[in-house]
């Protein structure tokens, strides 16, 4: 990332943590009261994962993170605000909940954060911000251990590039969908989470990275992709005509054309025959949890 766009957004990023941490939005009050508030799909295909070493990358303020402890895991997150990951740490300890939040850049997460977890976790609105998918998904598969698994929530490419038309509120497009090298320049006043904030930090850079370079880099990185869900629904109102589901998500109504809005992404980081020992030893080469080791270890991280 050049050094303009890594400014542009972090001043962005940091002007807008106390925004959102105050704002009905992420509802931090009824997180305190203990409120799961993942998307039901997220907890469901996770499943258990109580005893799991889950990393959430650009955790923001760290409530999915915290969300994610509360269900057991054994959780760290990373982001690149020093205020969002002060308000992280601030929050673990109000909710007295374990977790690790380290500030630094996502493609430097292996070196800060080690290689040994289970699950990556990434939710909606995290990959525009990255300039290089290829870097990611190769961090992504350096933080998992041969078997672990990236779970990745998203908004739809198709759909990043639109924007309402300022009168009929169809969507128009208004960005590349396959987003050139040095990124595209966004005007963005206040927030999504309280649009009539005042906000000095209105510019940033982006990149849409399109559905088939998400997957390519993946599969080139290691990781074996298991599920590619694209949904019509959206955990945001993203246009003004669309309306709000039992389940609390936004749909076009049923007389207008439906769209793609968010995909889930699920993938596992494929054991091989030079990757299994990772499993078995630990960095000096000695066997993890006390030795007396075979390879029917490995079986239970095939089956996940
Ligand atoms: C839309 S937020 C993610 C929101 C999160 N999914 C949620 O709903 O809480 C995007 C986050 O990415 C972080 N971010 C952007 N670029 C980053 C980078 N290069 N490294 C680490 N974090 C980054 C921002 O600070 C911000 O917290």
Same mark, same amino acid.
């Given at each position: ?31 305190? !009261?203990?409120?799961? #508030? ?11 994962? *109580? ?16 969300? /994610? ?6 959780? #760290?997150?990373?982001? =690149?605000?020093?205020?969002? $990951?002060?308000? !992280? ?7 007295? $909940? +374990?977790?690790?939040?380290?500030? %630094? +850049? ?10 040994? =977890? +289970? $699950?990556?976790?990434? %939710? ?11 870097? /990611? ?22 759909? /990043? ?8 509120? @169809? ?19 206040? #927030?999504?989470?309280?649009?009539? &904030? &005042? ?5 940033? @850079? ?7 370079? &998400? ?35 936004? *749909? !076009? ?12 992404? *699920? ?5 091989? #025959? ?31």
């Amino acid at each position: 990332m050049t050094n303009d766009a890594h400014r542009l957004n972090r001043a962005f990023w940091d002007e807008r943590v106390p925004i959102y941490v105050g704002s009905g939005f992420y509802d931090v009050e009824g997180f305190k !009261a203990g409120r799961i #508030s993942l998307g039901p799909d997220e907890v469901r295909d996770l499943g258990d994962v *109580r005893g799991k070493r889950l990393v959430h990358l650009q955790c923001h303020f760290g409530l999915d993170t915290l969300l /994610w402890a509360r269900l057991g895991a054994e959780v #760290s997150g990373l982001d =690149f605000s020093e205020p969002a $990951i002060d308000a !992280a740490r601030m929050l673990a300890r109000q909710a007295d $909940i +374990d977790a690790l939040f380290v500030q %630094g +850049d996502v493609y430097d997460a292996p070196a800060l954060l080690g290689r040994d =977890f +289970d $699950i990556v976790y990434t %939710g909606v609105g995290a990959l525009c911000w990255l300039p290089d998918i290829d870097r /990611w998904a190769k961090v992504v598969a350096d933080l998992l251990l041969p078997g672990g698994e990236l779970y990745l929530v998203e908004f739809h490419p198709a759909i /990043w590039g639109m924007e309402p038309n300022a009168v009929t509120g @169809v969507p128009e497009v208004r960005y590349d969908y396959f987003t050139r090298p040095g990124g595209e320049r966004v005007a963005v006043e206040g #927030s999504y989470a309280q649009t009539d &904030a &005042a906000t000095a930090h209105n510019e940033t @850079v982006e990149w849409n990275h399109d559905l088939g370079s &998400a997957v390519t880099a993946l599969i080139r990185a290691g990781m074996e992709i298991r599920e590619l869900r694209e949904a019509d629904a959206s955990y945001t109102q993203r246009f003004p005509f669309m309306v709000q589901g039992d389940d609390g998500h936004w *749909r !076009a109504p049923p007389d207008r054309p439906n769209l793609p809005m968010m995909y889930t992404l *699920r993938a596992v980081k494929q054991i091989t #025959s030079l990757n299994y020992r990772e499993l078995l030893y630990d960095e000096r080469g000695l066997p993890l949890g006390g030795g007396d080791f075979s390879l029917t270890d490995v079986k239970p991280a095939l089956k996940r």
